[in-house]
């Protein structure tokens, strides 16, 4: 009974420490997903892994899956794209090695996979799960239980634009505009403002800022007061796809702040000298605290 | 010489005893500290300032702080570090204390009615303060109220913002700092003897000696002792906790 438990503990201990981690062109951030779409089709996704706390006992496989979490191993009946396995010898010391992932061959184009024709003429919205799984030795003995890729890269083939974003309101700012937008939740929107041509024409762009859906809100800053700019935003996805909005205007007016009212008033405060000098006072005053708290520690 | 002998044994076993037992006359009194040694305190208070902007004698009756933040004070809320360097019929010594202070309305446009955007006034009132506080009374006959006063120099930082950055008018950078000085008259309730118990406990284990509910009156004249500009001077009302360490 003694040994049982100081086995599974044995083996608690080194399943804890074992993990297998991949990483997708390089991207070591496995929260940010990688957007492709049809001008992809040609590139090829260079996949590279890291194994610590085990020692692999068999090949390792690596595959593109749709299913929402990775398997154990590749299912090849509903579509999953598997790439070359790895040798036990290069599981743990892959050194330069890589496997690649054809863009072409993600499991979306073929009619099995649910998609139709091909993936420069595929329209699909679809995120995939780059998996791998690999057998660690385990008290000299190949384990029977897969080690499977700790958080799965996620890869997004995506063809449709993101729905049209809307500009819910320009609001009037001291030559500036503050802009609140909508937008497909993981994209991203950049607000220009335009001077439209007299003729009509395009115009030019004047200012931009960049947001996200989720932020909402840009500010378009440099503006002249008393001109109507023509705002319009621009919503991105992961794939690259992008929609615009319909345009907007917005007109940026002179403010006063407090200390315009105030020197409007006939106030005679002019600042900046005094706050050199409070600087001054103010590095004493915390020098004398600093100074009288480590009084403090050493008695 | 054998009774002798029995006799001077049983003298040293009747001395025995004695020998475990204190005259009263061989008792010497010695004071135990009852509690952990006082060197200072920490405050921490909050109250409403209302700077007296509008009574710059160059605004000839203008009210710009009213007119844009109408009859609302700041929100003040100050830290103080105390050093006692007197205790005997009551506590004296020096302190130190920064607070920070903001008020936000909406900027206007020229027909008077609300920008887009906000304007605020901010505030860091630094003080280096005198005090005295009679807690004589509160130690010695158990009268829990501690009157207190200070006398101090004040350094005022402040900034005007609209929108994101400081405000620019006329070239001019809305911001500085104003040397003013101050004085306060509190009282302070000590807290030990609602939890007589919990204070001591309080005291071993934390080393806090001694806490206050306290309030105070701030009367400060910041407006670089008269040399005009924006006039950061108030007479104000400040409630908070002290501990005596």
Known sequence: MRFLFVGLLLFASTALGQTLSLTVDNITDTAKVIGLNGEDCGDKLQVRWTLTGGVACQDMLLWVTKDSSCKDAPVTATGDYELPSVAITSVN?????????????????????????????????????????????????????ALRVATPVLVRFDTQPPPKPTIDAVSPRDSALGVTVSAEADSTVVVTATLPDADGGTGTVVATDETTAVEGIANLEGLENGVTYQVTAKATDVAGNSTDSDPSEGTPVKSDGFYEAYIGAGGTETGGCGAAGGGLAGGAVLAALGFWLSRRKQS | MRRAKALGFAALLAALPAWGQDTTSSLVEEKVPVG???????????????????????????????DTFGDASLLLFEAELQRFFYQG???????????YGEKYAAARLSDGSKAGEQTALRVIPLG???????????????????????????????????????EVVGGNQGSGGKWGW???????????VLEPRFARDFDSDLGVNHSY????????????FGG????????RWMFGLALDY
């Open chain 1, 93 to 145: 010391n892959p050194g330069n090695l890589f496997r690649e992932i054809e863009v072409d061959k993600l499991p979306v184009f073929a009619a099995t996979d649910g998609g139709a024709g091909t993936c420069s003429t595929a329209k699909v919205e679809q995120t995939m799960r780059v998996c791998a799984s690999v057998k660690l030795t385990n008290v000299n003995i190949c384990s029977d239980t």
């Open chain 2, 36 to 66: 952990s040694p006082r060197t200072g305190a920490i405050v921490l208070r909050l109250g409403g300032y209302r700077p007296l902007i509008d009574e710059e004698e160059a605004l000839n009756g203008a009210t710009p702080y009213k």
């Open chain 2, 89 to 99: 019929i009551g506590t004296a010594g020096l302190s130190l204390s920064a607070g």
């Open chain 2, 128 to 166: 280096f303060n005198l005090f005295y506080k009679f807690d004589y009374a509160a130690f010695e006959w158990g009268i829990p109220l501690v009157p207190y006063g200070k006398l101090g120099l004040i350094y005022t930082p402040w900034w005007i913002t609209k929108g994101s950055g400081t």
């Open chain 2, 182 to 192: 101050g004085a306060t008259a509190g009282v302070a309730f000590m807290l030990d």
């Open chain 2, 213 to 224: 509910l306290f309030a105070e009156y701030i009367y400060a004249d910041v407006n670089d």
């Open chain 2, 228 to 235: 005009g500009g924006l006039n950061l001077s108030s007479r």
